[in-house]
Nanobody, 125 residues
């Protein structure tokens, strides 16, 4: 069955870094665009970053540009999110997701086919 399992979350002080990973299985990972989303308490889920099947195209939310980097290793069926210069506004549950469609880095959350269970990231000031 399809599985997306996030890891790497935790608690960090403002200015610190974390690297999230998402291990995929049960589907043809290399054929799917991948995305990271986050949801803070009382807020809607928002897109953080997305990456095309081959990793050539990426897209970031304005709030994380220059601080976060999305990448993927198709040989390991794993997605990554390197998060630097974290601030308390980055506190949220982070989810990875997979989508298969044209122009996938622009896909809205509703288009995504598969979702992970999420990992908590907490940034203290």
């Amino acid at each position: 069955q399809v599985q997306l399992v996030e890891s790497g979350g935790g608690s960090v002080q403002a200015g610190g870094s974390l690297r999230l990973s998402c291990a995929a299985s049960g589907f043809t990972y290399s054929s799917y665009c991948m995305g990271w989303f986050r949801q803070a308490p009382g807020k809607e889920r928002e897109g953080v970053a997305a990456i095309s099947t081959g990793g050539i195209s990426t897209r970031y939310a304005d709030s994380v540009k220059g601080r976060f980097t999305i990448s993927r290793d198709n040989a390991k069926n794993t997605l990554y999110l390197q998060m630097n210069s974290l601030n308390p506004e980055d506190t949220a549950v982070y989810y990875c997701a997979a989508v298969r469609r044209v122009n996938c880095v622009f896909a809205p959350p509703s288009d995504y086919n598969y979702w992970g269970q999420g990992t908590q990231v907490t940034v203290s000031s």
